[in-house]
Nanobody, 125 residues
Framework: QVQLVESGGGLVQAGGSLRLSCAASGRTFSNYHMGWFRQAPGKEREFVAT????????AYADSVKGRFTISRDNARNTATLQMNNLKPEDTAVYYC??????????????????WGQGTQVTVSS
């Protein structure tokens, strides 16, 4: 299995930027599709972005489209979420996740088998 560790969260003012990183270890990173999810207090965990194994395909939630960019570096076993023009409603714990099934873009939380511990992102107004 693969182990995931997120970093890069913090406190930022509205309109600012943060870059989240997810470091993977254990198995061949390029075998896994990667995703970012988030969970705000009192809400269910929701899809943010996903990227295919080779990095050629990606998808985003409508709420972050045009502001967030997901990428990966298979040589360095890392996935990254660049977040620009942050809004207070982006405040949440952000989780990195991985799945090894052969399907393409998948946004369902339940389809991801491996999760990091999460990193807090707080956006002040």
């Amino acid at each position: 299995q693969v182990q995931l560790v997120e970093s890069g969260g913090g406190l930022v003012q509205a309109g600012g930027s943060l870059r989240l990183s997810c470091a993977a270890s254990g198995r061949t990173f390029s075998n896994y599709h990667m995703g970012w999810f988030r969970q705000a207090p009192g809400k269910e965990r929701e899809f943010v972005a996903t990227i295919s194994r080779g990095g050629t395909r990606s998808a985003y939630a409508d709420s972050v489209k045009g502001r967030f960019t997901i990428s990966r570096d298979n040589a360095r076993n890392t996935a990254t979420l660049q977040m620009n023009n942050l809004k207070p409603e982006d405040t949440a714990v952000y989780y990195c996740a991985a799945r090894s099934d052969p399907f393409g873009i998948v946004v369902d939380t339940i389809r991801y088998h491996y999760w990091g511990q999460g990193t807090q992102v707080t956006v002040s107004s």
